[in-house]
């Protein structure tokens, strides 16, 4: 996905919590198949499906062990 595609649904889908768009995308990236698909040279894409730029080498760096500890993380920063 496009980096920085939070932003594009909270705009797209204004009635939408962004505390929630944040969270259903970070449940989504922190998956391991995301990661699997995560390979330098992929193309992004956004919320249409054009093509929003390439992953670069320094982004595919969390092995899928990080998924649980990102996931409390962001859950974390989530709360009021």
Request: aromatic content about 4%; proline content about 8%; hydrophobic content about 40%.
């Amino acid at each position: 996905m496009k980096i920085g595609i939070c932003q594009d649904v909270v705009a797209a889908c204004p009635d939408l919590d962004p505390k929630l768009v944040k969270l259903a995308l970070a449940t989504y990236c922190n998956h391991g198949s995301y990661y699997d698909c995560l390979t330098p040279g992929t193309v992004r894409v956004d919320l249409n499906g054009e093509p929003a730029g390439v992953v670069a080498e320094n982004e595919v760096r969390r092995p899928k062990t990080a998924s649980s500890q990102s996931m409390a993380f962001t859950l974390a920063h989530l709360s009021p």
